[in-house]
Nanobody, 127 residues
């Protein structure tokens, strides 16, 4: 089992920046991919970004491409999400996720590729 703990959420004005962190503990040697999803009130959870921990290969949702940067630090079992140029529509609970299996690239955009989930951290962007 893997436990994930997120940190770094908060309130920021539009145009500002925040960095989220997610640290994994437990059976971390099995982790292949880590990522971030978000869920806004009244909406379904959606993919934000993912990273393959061994290679550093990254994937982004179109809505955040060019504004968000995901990075993984395998030695620390930690993944970061640097969020710049934040918009009110980025307001959501952000969830960290991790997976054990190796998939074709397209699978990492979907929650089924992730076996473990954090509790979530709130990000609020004011206009």
């Amino acid at each position: 089992q893997v436990q994930l703990v997120e940190s770094g959420g908060g309130l920021v004005q539009a145009g500002g920046s925040l960095t989220l962190s997610c640290s994994a503990s437990g059976a971390t040697r099995s982790i292949n991919n880590m990522g971030w999803f978000r869920q806004a009130p009244g909406k379904e959870r959606e993919f934000v970004a993912a990273v393959i921990m061994s290679s550093g290969t990254t994937y982004y949702a179109d809505a955040v491409k060019g504004r968000f940067t995901i990075s993984g630090e395998k030695a620390k079992n930690t993944v970061y999400l640097q969020m710049n140029s934040l918009k009110p529509e980025d307001t959501a609970v952000y969830y960290c996720a991790a997976g054990d299996q190796i998939y074709h690239a397209w699978r990492y955009y979907f929650s089924a590729a992730y076996d473990y989930w954090g509790q979530g951290t709130q990000v609020t962007v004011s206009s």
